[in-house]
């Protein structure tokens, strides 16, 4: 009215019974608290890099009341946000794969490489359970005969118990002839995926992702020890606190 009219602010105020005051106010918003807490997300090394998804779902969990919007915007305010991918459209897209009803129905293993600052090949058995995307086991090492797996499985089944299905690729530490009188042995059901297809082992697929951009990607991994150490604090952060939409934004151990 002020502009379009050309009338004072003192009688345009008057006309709409609008106290001065309020047309000078200026709402000022205290986004302190929300950038301390978001900072002390960055500082914690094993989450410093998730995102602001999972630090709002973290916030949630802690009892904070600040609504997305407003977390999203301080987000990108404080210059936090990452460059997205462009997604490759997929002509055919893979199948969803059945999601167990319980614990121990379906495990999914896989193998991730990667190398040491000094250039040395390393490698980690993950091994996930699909109903609750849990990671029984992490395991690093420079080479996983047959008879490695075996023990980290039987490590597994005393403290899990025992699964009905485990799939894998075709990699020769499953497919070998010790493993698979091992599953015999222990009536286990082995669902080797198709060759060239791992997203028909997408649980753990993606947990190895995550898993890359936690540790592998993150750090320069001067040994053996350090990987081991790094990969261990990783995990138990993903099993207690790491929130996943499709368990109702619950971490692994506590969705039952």
Same mark, same amino acid.
């Given at each position: ?93 893979? /199948? @969803?794969?059945?999601?167990? *009803?319980?614990?121990? +129905? ?6 991730? !490489?990667?190398? =040491? ?77 198709? /060759? @060239?297809?791992?997203?028909? *082992?997408?649980?753990? +697929? ?6 890359? !951009?936690?540790? =592998? ?40």
């Amino acid at each position: 009215m002020v502009l379009e009219e050309k009338i004072s602010v003192v009688r345009a105020c008057r006309i709409v019974e609008l106290d001065r005051s309020m047309f000078y106010y200026t709402s000022v918003k205290d986004d302190s608290e929300v950038e301390a807490k978001l900072n002390s997300y960055l500082e914690i090394r094993v989450i410093s890099n998730r995102g602001c998804g999972e630090y709002f779902k973290r916030m949630r969990k802690e009892g904070y009341s600040w609504n997305q919007k407003r977390v999203e915007r301080i987000y990108r305010k404080m210059g936090l946000c990452k460059r997205r991918r462009k997604k490759r459209r997929i002509p055919n897209p893979p /199948k @969803r794969l059945m999601v167990p *009803n319980t614990r121990n +129905e379906t495990w999914s293993m896989d193998f991730v !490489e990667d190398r =040491l600052e000094n250039g040395r090949k390393i490698r980690t058995l993950n091994i996930l359970d699909d109903f609750n995307r849990e990671a029984l086991a992490m395991e690093v090492s420079y080479s996983f005969p047959a008879e490695r797996v075996i023990e980290i499985l039987t490590q597994c089944f005393e403290w899990h118990g025992k699964p009905r299905k485990i799939r894998t690729d075709n990699g020769t530490e499953f497919i070998a002839h010790k493993t698979q009188e091992f599953f015999l042995k222990n009536q286990i059901d082995h669902i080797p995926i198709q /060759k @060239r297809k791992p997203m028909q *082992n997408g649980y753990v +697929e993606r947990f190895n992702r995550s898993y890359r !951009e936690g540790v =592998l990607d993150a750090y320069i991994l001067t040994t053996i020890h350090h990987a081991r150490e790094e990969t261990y604090v990783w995990m138990e952060d993903y099993n207690n606190n790491h929130p996943h939409e499709s368990l109702g934004d619950k971490a692994p151990t506590e969705f039952t």
